[in-house]
DNA sequence: GCCAACGTTGGC
DNA sequence: GCCAACGTTGGC
């Protein structure tokens, strides 16, 4: 089992469109960092929802549903999707700043790597955010 | 709205 | 293959 962030700007994508919408596919990735974390992806991992710009807090987990394939929206090979279902919402989001001061999360990429939009966390980080956020 | 960080592109 | 120029992202 392994646990990422994703980051999605509200006004594009916003966690409320994609709990109406139950499942969506990950589309609109173009960096390779990125990608190729989409790519580490497999059925059933946990997923961190990020509002970035507005809100700047993580609001929910979602899950893998269906590992990655080629991106509908282009016929470059180089990209690729995942599908994504909503699990829950967190009771309180865990803002950027909460993020930040924690002592236990200061290496997550979200802080050390700002523009990186899909991420890798380590177990405990995920554990942490999840139970900041209850 | 500004600016820093950083990834990508293209000239040499 | 290096590096400067440029574009984009995202926090403030």
């Known amino acids: 089992m392994q646990y990422f962030l994703v980051k999605s700007e509200p006004f594009k994508y916003s966690w409320d469109q994609f709990n109406k919408d139950k499942r969506t596919f990950w589309d609109g990735v173009r960096n390779y960092q990125a990608r190729n974390n989409l ?35 282009t016929e470059d090979k180089n990209w690729v999707v995942v599908d994504l279902e909503p699990v829950q919402s967190l009771k309180k989001p865990v803002t950027l700043a909460t993020i930040k001061a924690d002592e236990r999360l200061k290496d997550v990429s979200l802080v050390k790597q700002g523009r990186l939009s899909v991420m890798q966390l380590k177990a405990e980080e995920f554990d942490r955010i999840v139970e900041l956020g209850s």
């Open 39 to 73: 790519k580490e992806m497999k059925e059933g991992d946990l997923v961190l929802f990020y509002h970035s710009n507005e809100g700047k807090d993580v609001v929910g987990i979602a899950k893998v549903v269906k590992e990655f394939y080629q991106d509908p929206t």
